[in-house]
RNA sequence: UGGGGAGUCGCCAAGCUGGUUAAGGCACAUGGUUUUGAUCCAUGCAUGCGAAGGUUCGAAUCCUUCCUCCCCAGCCA
């Protein structure tokens, strides 16, 4: 098996290296800490923080979790666990329009599935940005009333008409020269519901020729008459997120605020709007830090929030649960695990180099991590009858077999062995291709745990179909007893009893897209969808797995991992196929 | 054509305040173990760091020029 070093020390990565140096200059040596959030007054009166460092996960709760928010997940929880620090779940919940209390519960099991939670101190780092509306505001009215913003009365094509382009300078607004009094009074109004949604925005006063387009007096409030699922009607102006989130951040007493590289751009607003509320002493130092790494990019996958909604709506997959989709419930029904979206995150690194991720690497760490973790179970997934010819037809024999072969602590259950058997369709080859070595007339095979085998023959249909193989067994073979290795076989085939099998259903899986960079070629990203991502077959189990329970999760062997649906009954056993196993053949 | 980023082995990714033979993982190859064609073990795998010049005793690391790719013109995040 192989050990376990590479999840034990913790690969460098440019995030890691600049942390040490911060800590080394003790940077964040004596950062008070008010135990809550709040502003510079709140936390003067705290006490020196704890937390060597603090960051935090943010994602805004208007959908489910995917695989590329795991990587931004154990980023900044593993690094807040790695150098004592705290990691705040915060949803960022500015935009009320298609937030709600269903995402929030979704992310907070998803990252508590992943292994995290937001403790540190005995205090519960769980945040909403909709707490800190009030100091927004009052961070806003001191931009206004410092003359470092204003209101615009344009219309939302006029400020982007005057916005210019990448290489032409915009042009000022004829409102942005209004006094401080008459914008404070404006924007007290737009806060009670004085004008319609779209008729004003408040925006930052700073340089409409500015060759970075973010600093082009971007808006950061906006009106919007919409119900807040936290809020509700209390407010009807929302501020915008490049203005929030620094503030945000700095309530928090974020020391590195860690988001993906579209964001670049908009580090040198993240640091003014902090600095104006530095010198307005509403903020003090240290104040947090931005830093961007690559987002996640999986061959044969779609994580944009906008594509995986659509597939849910449009009844491509069967929701935000199917199996098929790459978002952390999905996966957890498919049978990944959080160990193995740790070894996954470890193996990919955190860079600021663009890169594609193959799909296969996910599937390599599940297969890794389940290999240590699951028993191992019989299942065979197109059943071929079995005759064992020398065999009396009441014949029944228990053999013993490991749940786990190279860890025989996990123990041992028994099979048995009876005149008729279920095997695998593809184990007989009437006529073996070249370098088979399962069951063809005339070859001999090892029954996994039971004895060695020679295939006498078959037969079949009036349609020449294969229905039934014939063999007789070679006594003094069976496993585990002294004489049983004295036939040597190549193969060794897996096996249940046709007598004592169970009956259950598996759905196989394939990846949800029949194309690498799925939309990268074809016009729609709809037109790569794999039309047989799924295969439901009828299956049989042995004996043992009469209890299954959902989420159970098994080896079949020579299969994969499967585990139990979480719809399966003792009536009816549903289970789905994680991964299946390396096969090397062919 | 403006600005901001990135280019190190097939895929990721350390190193990048210049100094022995360019970490590590995955993949791959070849052996070995094996009652899962799985697992596991061993060995191998970049005279090269986007390209070309330059500085230097010495450069992936510094300088110059060039090339390629990504991001930015929401009252989204």
């Not at 690497?361 to 028993?375: A, F, G, P, W």
């Not at 006529?431 to 037969?459: A, D, H, M, S, W």
């Not at 496993?479 to 009956?503: C, E, F, M, Q, R």
């Not at 979480?566 to 991964?579: A, G, H, L, M, P």
Request: proline content about 5%; overall charge negative; aromatic content about 10%.
């Amino acid at each position: 098996m192989k050990n376990q070093t590479e999840s034990n020390d913790n690969p460098s990565n440019f995030i890691r290296a600049i942390i040490e140096k911060n800590i080394r200059h003790k940077l964040y040596e004596n950062k008070n800490w008010g135990g809550t959030p709040g502003d510079k007054n709140h936390h003067s009166k705290g006490k020196k923080d704890l937390a060597k460092i603090r960051t935090r996960f943010p994602p805004e709760p208007n959908g489910y979790l995917h695989i590329g928010h795991a990587k931004s997940i154990f980023l900044n929880f593993g690094l807040a666990k790695d150098f004592n620090g705290a990691c705040h779940l915060r949803f960022d919940d500015t935009n009320p329009e298609k937030e709600n209390d269903e995402f929030v519960n979704s992310i907070i099991e998803d990252v508590n599935w992943l292994g995290f939670d937001w403790q540190f101190n005995s205090e519960s780092n769980l945040f909403y940005a909709s707490d800190y509306f009030e100091l927004m505001y009052t961070a806003a009215k001191l931009l206004i009333q410092t003359g470092h913003a204003y209101i615009d009365q344009q219309s939302a094509d006029e400020i982007k008409k005057n916005r210019g382009t990448l290489t032409k300078p915009g042009i000022n607004s004829p409102f942005r020269n209004l006094s401080p009094d008459e914008n404070l009074r404006l924007f007290e109004e737009m806060k009670d519901t004085k004008h319609a949604d779209g008729s004003m925005v408040l925006r930052a006063k700073i340089d409409m020729s500015s060759p970075n387009i973010n600093l082009r007096d971007p808006a950061i409030y906006r009106i919007k008459r919409t119900t807040h699922h936290r809020t509700f009607n209390e407010w009807c102006i929302y501020p915008m997120y490049t203005f929030a989130h620094p503030i945000e951040d700095a309530l928090e007493g974020i020391t590195h605020s860690i988001c993906t590289l579209e964001f670049e751009d908009q580090r040198p607003f993240y640091d003014w709007v902090l600095e104006k509320l530095l010198d307005n002493k509403l903020l003090s130092n240290p104040l947090p830090k931005q830093y961007e790494f690559a987002r996640l990019n999986l061959t044969y996958v779609v994580l944009s929030k906008r594509c995986l909604v659509e597939l849910v709506e449009k009844n491509y997959v069967s929701g935000w649960n199917d199996p098929r989709m790459p978002t952390l419930i999905g996966s957890r029904r498919r049978g990944y695990t959080p160990e193995g979206f740790k070894l996954f995150c470890e193996r990919i690194g955190v860079s600021k180099a663009d890169s594609w991720i193959d799909y296969s690497i996910l599937e390599d760490c599940m297969r890794e991590v389940l290999n240590i973790s699951s028993h191992r179970r019989i299942a065979v997934l197109e059943p071929l009858k079995l005759v064992i010819n020398n065999l009396p037809d009441d014949f029944e024999e228990e053999c013993f077999v490991p749940n786990h072969p190279q860890n025989l602590e996990l123990g041992k259950r028994t099979i048995k062995l009876t005149k008729e058997l279920w095997i695998e369709k593809a184990d007989f080859m009437e006529e073996p291709e070249k370098k088979y070595f399962r069951l063809f007339p005339g070859n001999q095979v090892r029954l996994r745990y039971g004895y060695v085998i020679t295939c006498t023959g078959c037969e079949k249909d009036k349609d020449g179909n294969i229905i039934k193989v014939l063999c007789d067994y070679l006594p003094d073979t069976k496993s585990g007893t002294p004489g049983s290795d004295s036939v040597k076989v190549k193969g060794n085939i897996h096996w249940v009893s046709t007598k004592y099998a169970l009956n259950a259903e598996v759905s196989l899986y394939d990846r949800l897209f029949k194309s690498e960079h799925p939309g990268l070629e074809s016009e729609n990203y709809l037109d790569d969808i794999n039309p047989n991502s799924i295969k439901t077959v009828k299956i049989k189990l042995e004996e043992n797995l009469a209890n299954i329970k959902p989420y159970d999760q098994y080896q079949f062997e020579r299969h994969g991992y499967f585990i139990c649906d979480q719809e399966s009954t003792s009536d009816f056993i549903k289970i789905n196929r994680t991964v299946t196993l390396r096969d090397t053949w062919k």
